[in-house]
C-alpha cells in the first residue's frame, strides 16, 4: 500500500508502549492544532514515561488503517473502539 500522508515518511509522531511494545491497537489519533503533531495512542491513560516516539512510517506498518486519516486536519481527533471498527472523526 502506498504511503497516504502529506508529510515525510520520517515525520517523529507520538505513540505509547502499549502500542509499540505490546501491540495494542491504535484507537486514538489526534492532530494537534498546536504544532501540527500526530499522536497514534491505544485509547487509555498514559504516564509520560510511556511515551514513545517513531516515525510516521512505522505507525502506517503497524497498522495501515490510519491510511483513512490521513487527510485529518490539525485540531481534530479520531476515536474508535476497535481496530475493525470506523472511526469516528471530530474537532478537538
Request: hydrophobic share 35%.
Amino acid at each position: 500500500m502506498k504511503f497516504p500522508f502529506s508529510e515525510p515518511e520520517n515525520t517523529a509522531v507520538i505513540t505509547c508502549c502499549h502500542i509499540i511494545d505490546n501491540g495494542a491497537d491504535i484507537l486514538y489519533v489526534s492532530h494537534d492544532a498546536e504544532d501540527g503533531m500526530w499522536q497514534f495512542l491505544c485509547g487509555g491513560t498514559h504516564t509520560q514515561e510511556q511515551a514513545r516516539v517513531v516515525s510516521l512510517r512505522e505507525i502506517f506498518t503497524l497498522d495501515n488503517t490510519v491510511s483513512e486519516l490521513a487527510n485529518m486536519p490539525c485540531g481534530y481527533i479520531a476515536e474508535r473502539t476497535n481496530k475493525s471498527s470506523k472511526w469516528k472523526i471530530k474537532k478537538k
